[in-house]
């Protein structure tokens, strides 16, 4: 009976101690949903940016608004083509993108808009490409990892001048016949310093670039004033810095963290907690049986 009695004094801290902590966190938690807003934004990280890659699209302002919510979560005046926004970190959940002729009313109705659903831990690029007839933006999820010892490489399209191109990195062909307005998958180049040229049948462009290992990078081909261009994004530097479990960002940082959440202390106290218990029940067996050591958990 006394030992039944001591087990039950251990369980009682154990809940008095989750009691205690549980409590900050919830109160924290209430407090982070309470400044995400409305609509269906939670409480992970994700990134997004947004690029204007239409040439003949005069320069819009762009706005993102989380969903349900009218005060945009960001306002970026007169984007003109070729120009590529920071990342931006914000909230897991959805989202819209709206474009309105630069300086124009913010309450005027959009030339341009798109929902866009961003989940923790990822990035993503949001694209005006195509004609300014045929106007659309298309999202793509950036990678963020890349395989041990290569770089990472995509091509978008944005040359309307050409309507086709054919990139080469260190002259291994990546993007053979790309029409305008398209964008390629990553595929795993050896890393180095090696030439980037553009082949387009008069307007053919050389850059150099250095593609660290680790490293993810985007090509954009553009229409310059004296021919192609080539606009190198990088996109994840594969630096030590993660955000939110991804490789660090290329343009940009993350969004301050706040202060810790008690849960991980909550999980400290409960198990060391149930190995009390446990260690009391193991000791009255092992007068019975010898049991054998348990190994401790791997870190994650």
Request: charge should be positive.
């Amino acid at each position: 009976m006394k030992y039944l009695r001591n087990i039950g004094r251990v369980a009682l801290l154990l809940v008095a101690s989750v009691l205690l902590l549980a409590a900050p966190a919830v109160s924290a938690a209430a407090a982070a949903g309470g400044a995400v807003g409305q609509g269906t934004a939670g409480s992970g990280t994700a990134w997004i940016r947004l690029a204007h890659l239409s040439p003949n699209t005069p320069a819009v302002d762009v706005y993102l608004y989380s969903f349900g919510n009218p005060d945009a979560q960001m306002v970026l005046h007169h984007v003109g083509y070729g120009d590529v926004s920071p990342y931006l970190a914000v909230p897991d959940g959805d989202y819209s993108v709206a474009m309105r002729g630069a300086g124009a009313s913010p309450t005027s109705p959009p030339v341009l808009s798109a929902s866009i659903r961003v989940a923790a831990g990822s990035a993503y690029t949001a694209l005006a490409v195509g004609p300014r007839s045929g106007l659309r933006i298309r999202v793509f999820r950036d990678d963020l990892s890349t395989p041990s010892g290569q770089a990472l490489v995509r091509v978008v399209q944005a040359s309307m001048k050409h309507a086709q191109v054919t990139v080469s990195w260190g002259g291994k062909v990546i993007a053979s016949k790309l029409p305008f307005a398209s964008v390629t998958s990553y595929q795993a180049v050896s890393p180095g310093a090696e030439t980037v040229a553009v082949t387009a049948g008069g307007g053919d462009a050389n850059t150099a670039v250095t593609l660290a290992a680790g490293s993810i990078h985007t090509l954009v081909v553009l229409d310059g004033a004296k021919g192609l261009e080539i606009d190198n994004l990088e996109d994840a530097d594969g630096s030590s810095q993660l955000p939110a479990g991804g490789a660090q960002t290329g343009f940009g940082g993350t969004a301050p963290r706040g202060p810790g959440s008690p849960l991980p202390w909550l999980e400290v106290i409960a198990g060391g907690s149930v190995l009390a218990v446990g260690g009391g029940l193991g000791l009255r067996r092992s007068r019975r049986a010898a049991r054998p050591e348990r190994a401790p958990f791997a870190a994650a």
